[in-house]
Structures are given as C-alpha cells and as structure tokens.
C-alpha cells in the first residue's frame, strides 16, 4: 500500500509539470516528523513509518500544493534546479495546515512573496548544492524556532549569514553576473522572477521576452555606418540575449509582440515603462541600443536591491 500510495503521489505531482522521486517523498516525509533526515535503517522504524500512514492524505496534499504553488509561479521541470528547496515549504504548508488554501488566488499575497523570494535566492545561491541533509535540517530548525508569524524567510537569511557558499545574500559582483545570465539557462527564470516580484502569477503564464527583438541582432550584418566596435556589441548574445534585455510577460501579450521593435510596442500599446522594468527617458530606438542597455542594467541592479533588501558586499561570494 505505501509504494501505491507514493506512486499515485508520484503522478499527482507529475500533472504539476514536476517529476519527483521515491526519495524526495521519503525526505519529506522524514523532514515533517524526525529530527534525524538523513536516510538510515533507524529513521525508519515501525513507530515512524505510522506516523507517516496516519498522516498520509495530508502530506500527499502539502506536497502536491506545494508544487502546484510553484507551477502559478510559473516555474516547471527545467527551472527548478533543486527539488529541495521544495521541502521547507512543503513544511510550512503541513504545520500551518493551509494545504487546502494557499493555492487560491485570495490566499495571504505577502506571505506567498516570501517563500517565492526565499524559494529563487535559493535557487540562484545553488543553497543545496552540496551537505543537503545538514542544510536542510538547520532550516527546520530555524523554522520551529522563529516568531514569524509568517514564511521565515528572514529569520533562514540570517541564519546562513556567516557560511560563505551557503548564504543568500546577494554582492554587487554577484548581481552583475546575474545580470548577464542567457534566456536559456535554467536559472534565468528564478532571476527574472525576482525582478518581476510585483507580477500577479495567479492563473497567469508569463514568457521570457526580448525586449528588443532577438531577430534583429541574429539578423544584423556589418555595415558601412556601423563601427566594428558597436558591430561586436549588438552581436554579443550576453547584450541582447541575457537578463539585461529581457522582461517577463504575459504570455497572450506575447505572442501579439512577436518581432515588434521595442519603441513601436511601448509607443502603440502605451506601455506602463516602470512596471515592464524599461527605462524612462532614454531613446527606445534601436540604434541607441548600447545606452538603453547601460541604462537597464542599472535600472534592474537597483531593482533586485530592492526585493533582496540590501546588498552586502561584506559577504563572500560562494
């Protein structure tokens, strides 16, 4: 019966967009109810394993709610480099008892920003890569300790303040690396959902979009009134293919922008240039293209600023 019940868990999770395995269960499952996750003989004695049959339905239901909340957020399969990182909310859903609320549109907006915040740094700062199990368990303890009334994100982002490859703080370098990363990593996602934390994800797919056109760089050829300087630049795929020119959009929005030049699309669709993170008062012009691109990467370094908190540059990069 538990190899069925896990297997249907297994496939309810797989409706998500998510593949998990026997062994994530089995961790959560050990994260929820022992002290002790790491996978030995006596973490699965008789009296653990009825904590897990008599709590099953709801454990299915928090798993299952937790990716569900990560798939609104508009993450899948390739993005979401660490399974892991699932588990802590996994337990916070569990011990608050919302498996059944924190999926609907009205559920606390400020309390789901948190774990989203906490969920990409995690992501980006590769938090579980490595000592997963001790990482883990000093996050529960951390979250059976704090006074937050909420996710303690927080509380977790002081507690790894002083372990430098496993803190979420972001430096200055770290950001402008950030910044350059390719539409086609996996981590790319995490980074422009930070920077698009003022989006409403529910029910909606957003895109990862080129603000400026990506066929108009694969197609430019040298000409005579460009300089081989400039030439290099709008060819350099870390200028128009990384961070620094892209957005999160609606997805319906999207597919009507197409191959749209930028300016055309602000210009007919009278674009709100704040909240799409465009720079005001600089040419949207194409030929402008390398200040709008010095423009947007301090534009969107100030933004992630804002929604980390602060940037310590006292804190050594990992």
Same mark, same amino acid.
């Given at each position: 019966? #538990?190899?069925? #019940?896990i297997?249907?868990? !297994?496939?309810?999770?797989?409706?998500c967009?998510?593949?998990?395995?026997?062994?994530?269960i089995?961790?959560t499952?050990l994260?929820?109810?022992?002290?002790?996750?790491?996978?030995?003989?006596?973490?699965?004695?008789?009296?653990?394993?009825?904590?897990?049959?008599?709590?099953?339905?709801?454990?299915?239901?928090?798993?299952?709610?937790?990716?569900?909340?990560?798939?609104? +957020?508009?993450?899948?399969?390739?993005?979401?480099?660490?399974?892991?990182?699932v588990?802590?909310?996994?337990?916070?859903i569990?011990?608050?008892?919302?498996?059944?609320?924190?999926?609907?549109p009205?559920?606390?907006?400020?309390?789901?920003?948190?774990?989203?915040?906490?969920?990409?740094?995690?992501?980006?700062?590769?938090?579980?890569?490595g000592?997963?199990?001790?990482i883990?368990?000093?996050?529960?303890?951390?979250?059976?300790?704090?006074?937050?009334?909420?996710f303690?994100?927080?509380d977790i982002?002081?507690a790894?303040k002083?372990?430098?490859t496993k803190?979420?703080?972001?430096?200055?370098?770290y950001i402008d690396?950030?910044l350059?990363?390719?539409?086609?990593?996996?981590?790319?996602y995490?980074?422009?959902s930070?920077?698009?934390?003022?989006?409403?994800?529910n029910?909606?797919?957003?895109?990862?979009?080129?603000?400026?056109?990506?066929?108009?760089?694969?197609?430019?050829?040298?000409?005579?009134?460009?300089?081989?300087?400039?030439?290099?630049?709008?060819k350099d795929? #870390?200028?128009?293919?990384s961070v620094?020119?892209?957005?999160?959009?609606?997805?319906?929005?999207?597919?009507?922008?197409? #191959?749209?030049?930028?300016?055309? +699309?602000?210009?007919?669709? !009278?674009?709100d240039?704040k909240?799409?993170l465009?720079?005001?008062?600089?040419?949207?012009?194409?030929?402008?293209?390398?200040?709008?691109?010095?423009?947007?990467?301090a534009?969107?370094?100030?933004?992630l600023?804002?929604v980390?908190?602060?940037?310590?540059?006292?804190?050594?990069?990992n």
């Open positions: 019966d #538990a190899r069925k #019940a297997e249907e868990t !297994k496939k309810e999770v797989k409706s967009g998510f593949d998990v395995n026997t062994d994530f089995l961790k499952c994260f929820l109810f022992n002290d002790n996750i790491k996978f030995q003989i006596k973490n699965f004695k008789v009296d653990m394993i009825k904590k897990f049959e008599d709590n099953w339905d709801r454990i299915d239901d928090s798993i299952v709610a937790a990716f569900n909340l990560l798939k609104s +957020w508009g993450f899948d399969e390739l993005n979401l480099t660490s399974k892991n990182a588990i802590p909310i996994v337990f916070y569990y011990t608050k008892g919302i498996e059944t609320e924190i999926t609907k009205t559920y606390n907006e400020d309390e789901k920003e948190q774990i989203r915040k906490w969920l990409c740094l995690s992501l980006l700062k590769k938090v579980f890569g000592q997963s199990d001790t883990l368990t000093k996050i529960k303890s951390v979250m059976n300790e704090t006074e937050e009334k909420g303690p994100f927080k982002k002081e790894f002083g372990n430098p803190n979420l703080y972001l430096t200055s370098d690396s950030l350059h990363t390719d539409i086609n990593d996996s981590y790319c995490s980074i422009l930070l920077l698009y934390a003022h989006l409403d994800y029910n909606k797919r957003f895109h990862k979009d080129h603000l400026h056109p990506k066929s108009y760089f694969t197609g430019l050829r040298k000409k005579d009134d460009m300089d081989e300087e400039t030439y290099k630049f709008y795929k #870390a200028n128009y293919n620094v020119n892209l957005q999160l959009l609606n997805g319906y929005v999207n597919e009507s922008k197409n #191959a749209t030049s930028l300016k055309e +699309w602000v210009e007919k669709n !009278k674009i240039k909240f799409q465009i720079p005001e008062n600089v040419s949207l012009d194409i030929k402008d293209f390398k200040i709008f691109i010095k423009e947007r990467e534009l969107l370094k100030k933004r600023l804002e980390v908190g602060y940037v310590d540059d006292n804190v050594e990069e």
